[in-house]
């Protein structure tokens, strides 16, 4: 399991958005909203365009949300819904169980936001990474947060940024997004034990933040 992390974190996810909610599916709704992607993937397979677009309808306001967070740039996060989509419907035929087309889905979205974090790494080192951090943690929490909370959250945003991608993207998908551990290891690609160990890591440097160990400016 990873690091608890200190009282103060529960302030910090308190005052962000609402999590994208592409993982979140009430018990009592599950099964029919399993039925139903189950059902429109069959048709989508078909070549029915209808389906496509209703299974998209219903799911790209998550999938937005969802890479907004993880990459903090609202440019990159629309080329990821994009290419998520894209990616989705060209090979929808791979997956077997459509019930299982909401997790899937996840699952190509990080992979697309580990692409634009390869990316965006190389045009650093070229020198030409123009990108705007325009959906930080702290600009997408509530306006009703008090001034001394955004600066709390811009210096996280700031530790979070010096993470390696993936304990950037575990970190967020745990605690942001709210993700059981399995289902983060599925949207990674991982084993367990990795997500428990790049999570570990990452809580850590959140926890050496908090204590003032590592300076958040």
Do not use: N
């Amino acid at each position: 399991m990873g690091v608890q992390l200190p009282v103060f974190m529960s302030r910090f996810i308190s005052t962000m958005t609402r999590p994208s909610g592409i993982h979140e599916v009430s018990a009592g709704s599950s099964a029919r909203t399993e039925l139903r992607d189950a059902e429109l993937v069959e048709r989508a397979k078909s070549k029915d365009r209808a389906a496509e677009e209703l299974l998209y309808r219903i799911h790209v306001g998550a999938v937005g949300a969802l890479s907004l967070r993880l990459l903090g740039r609202s440019s990159e996060a629309e080329d990821v819904v994009q290419d998520a989509f894209v990616t989705a419907f060209s090979r929808l035929t791979q997956l077997r169980d459509g019930r299982l087309f909401r997790a899937w889905l996840m699952r190509i979205t990080v992979h697309e936001v580990h692409r634009r974090f390869r990316r965006r790494k190389l045009l650093r080192i070229l020198g030409l990474d123009r990108g705007h951090d325009d959906a930080s943690l702290a600009l997408l929490a509530s306006p009703v947060v008090s001034a001394e909370q955004r600066a709390e959250l811009a210096a996280l945003d700031r530790v979070l940024a010096e993470l390696p991608p993936r304990q950037r993207v575990v970190w967020t998908l745990r605690h942001v997004e709210g993700c059981e551990l399995a289902e983060i290891a599925t949207a990674c690609e991982a084993s367990l034990a990795t997500i428990k160990r790049w999570l570990s890591r990452a809580d850590a440097r959140v926890r050496a933040f908090a204590s003032g160990e590592v300076p958040g400016g």
